[in-house]
């Protein structure tokens, strides 16, 4: 495994110890099977990683909104802090999906996914290289676009 992958794999075991085991291990009142858990996620949690990062968009996209839904659930739009956007999940998801449930971000939210700053995103979209939207921000799929199209991978 790279230490791409390693990084991914690594962000992933945690948030899935935090978001899911620990609750579940508190509410089982520290029940042994937790452990068998907590075996099944590292194992797997490299290859969601590996699907994520090179496997074909159909799986990298399966993977990746399964994980969200997962970690992230909520009655309202998937919308996670903008530093959020600078993780190796961030930049994974930014990479192969975009923005997973906005069509437009801010200037913020696009220069953390493409590693710029604010000014940067602005400069860009001045020159007609990433696509603004009509409602404010740029298209999350132009900034999508942009990562691949420079082969950006800055997880």
Known sequence: MSPVDEELAGQLI???DIRLLDPLEILVDGHHAVDSLRTVVHERARTWATTMLSGDDQAAYAVIVRAISTLYPGDGPFNP???WWRTPLGQVVARRVGHPTAESVSYAVAGAM???TRQ???DLASRGKLARHPEGGVRSAAVRDRLVQEGTRRV
């Open 114 to 116: 493409l590693g710029i």
């Open 81 to 83: 802090p903008v530093e």
């Open 14 to 16: 945690r948030l899935i």
């Open 120 to 122: 940067g995103v602005h």
